[in-house]
């Protein structure tokens, strides 16, 4: 959220160097290396949303569950501010 420009550059500059040094093959298409419970630690989706950190004025950590064998995942979106703490839960199907 609020990603500097330049550091927006560097840092998927950085993710397409590291892209580039996996031995798998389509690894988003690997259903046992995908599937699992991850922290998302940055995104470039724009206009930010939920799923992003952001839901209004909160801000929260990011995570998504991915099940690929049933076709399931969940974003869910933490906030810890007192006195509001929550989870924030979509669940998009995967084709």
């Not at 996996?22 to 799923?51: D, Q, Y």
């Not at 995942?73 to 979509?90: H, M, S, T």
Request: net charge negative; hydrophobic share 40%.
């Amino acid at each position: 959220i609020d990603t500097p420009r330049e550091l927006e550059q560097e840092i998927s500059s950085l993710c397409e160097q590291l892209e580039a040094c996996n031995p798998t093959p389509r690894p988003v298409r690997n259903v046992p290396k995908m599937t699992g419970f991850w922290k998302m630690l940055w995104t470039n989706f724009e206009p930010a949303a939920p799923s992003s950190g952001k839901l209004g004025p909160f801000v929260g950590d990011v995570y998504q569950d991915v099940d690929f064998v049933n076709g399931a995942a969940r974003n869910i979106l933490r906030i810890d501010f007192p006195p509001v703490a929550g989870e924030l839960r979509a669940s998009p199907s995967i084709v």
